[in-house]
């Protein structure tokens, strides 16, 4: 199975591009965040005529999450045990997907900014990795052969490796000790990043002050891999040339490949 995450930042506005990735990298199951669209606005017709079926999770014009899979859907969850709400009155987000493909559990995950370390929205990024560390800890002792992907964009980089410069991020998200301690946390309830080994590139660079041209970019789409899962991983690609010409996302794909 080659399984692959993209942050497509609208599925409308991208949909040219994601459909000519699918078809140009053999992708099986793609999951997508940053739809940015309502369920009922989904392009799924699209999808379906390139031989893929699609779930979704999309309240509004921001965040939005989705699954597309060849190799067939079931076991649709949306949201994960525990997920925090946010807003004044509080209301889950479309953060959050589970659907289980051709036998592995496959989690499209928007993981909230966290906007600046002193804000609420930062508390509520870690209240919301906690939680979600949580659910996966208990699905693998439940099931210890489970083959679970936690993939998405993270919004943090876990080293210092993974931005361009640190001396730029001084008291920033994304950098900070606790977002980063959230990330390791996963490895204690058996998770492991499986791209890192394969392949070290920047998968964001922000549109403004020419960032991709000078490659001052960000690596936080990532996959976390159950034991079982991370056992099959053979290899891993950052599609970088997804950054490049018109109209492309501020994100790349991130391919993982499963034997």
């Given at each position: 199975?080659?399984?692959?995450?993209?942050?497509?930042?609208?599925?409308?506005?991208?949909?040219?591009?994601?459909?000519?990735?699918?078809?140009?990298?053999?992708?099986?199951?793609?999951?997508?965040?940053?739809?940015?669209?309502?369920?009922?606005?989904?392009?799924?017709?699209?999808?379906e005529a390139a031989g893929y079926e699609v779930v979704t999770h999309g309240l509004s014009q921001w965040n939005g999450v989705a699954v597309a899979s060849r190799v067939?859907?079931?076991?649709?969850?949306?949201?994960?045990?525990?997920?925090?709400?946010?807003?004044?009155?509080?209301?889950?987000?479309?953060?959050?997907?589970?659907?289980?493909?051709?036998?592995?559990r496959v989690w499209s995950l928007y993981v909230p900014n966290g906007r600046t370390v002193s804000d609420p929205h930062y508390t509520y990024k870690l209240q919301w990795?906690?939680?979600?560390?949580?659910?996966?800890?208990?699905?693998?002792?439940?099931?210890?052969?489970?083959?679970?992907?936690?993939?998405?964009?993270?919004?943090?980089?876990?080293?210092?490796?993974?931005?361009?410069?640190?001396?730029?991020?001084?008291?920033?998200?994304?950098?900070?000790?606790?977002?980063?301690?959230?990330?390791?946390?996963?490895?204690?309830?058996?998770?492991?990043?499986?791209?890192?080994?394969?392949?070290?590139?920047?998968?964001?660079?922000?549109?403004?002050?020419?960032?991709?041209?000078?490659?001052?970019?960000?690596?936080?789409?990532?996959?976390?891999?159950?034991?079982?899962?991370?056992?099959?991983?053979?290899?891993?690609q950052i599609d970088r040339d997804e950054r490049k010409g018109r109209g492309a996302s501020d994100h790349v794909p991130v391919i993982v490949d499963l034997a």
């Amino acid at each position: 199975m080659r399984l692959a995450t993209w942050n497509v930042n609208s599925i409308r506005t991208r949909l040219d591009r994601v459909l000519a990735f699918l078809d140009r990298s053999g992708t099986d199951v793609l999951a997508m965040q940053e739809t940015k669209c309502r369920d009922d606005q989904f392009p799924l017709l699209a999808f379906e005529a390139a031989g893929y079926e699609v779930v979704t999770h999309g309240l509004s014009q921001w965040n939005g999450v989705a699954v597309a899979s060849r190799v067939g859907v079931s076991d649709v969850e949306i949201g994960f045990p525990g997920m925090p709400t946010w807003g004044d009155p509080a209301a889950e987000e479309a953060r959050a997907l589970g659907v289980t493909c051709d036998g592995v559990r496959v989690w499209s995950l928007y993981v909230p900014n966290g906007r600046t370390v002193s804000d609420p929205h930062y508390t509520y990024k870690l209240q919301w990795l906690e939680a979600l560390r949580h659910a996966a800890g208990d699905w693998v002792v439940k099931d210890p052969d489970a083959q679970i992907a936690l993939v998405g964009d993270w919004n943090i980089a876990p080293r210092d490796e993974d931005v361009w410069d640190m001396s730029k991020f001084d008291g920033a998200t994304h950098v900070s000790a606790p977002e980063r301690e959230a990330f390791r946390a996963f490895e204690d309830v058996g998770f492991t990043e499986v791209t890192r080994a394969h392949v070290t590139q920047f998968t964001y660079w922000d549109y403004q002050k020419l960032r991709f041209p000078r490659n001052e970019g960000m690596r936080i789409d990532l996959v976390q891999a159950s034991p079982e899962l991370a056992a099959h991983v053979v290899g891993a690609q950052i599609d970088r040339d997804e950054r490049k010409g018109r109209g492309a996302s501020d994100h790349v794909p991130v391919i993982v490949d499963l034997a």
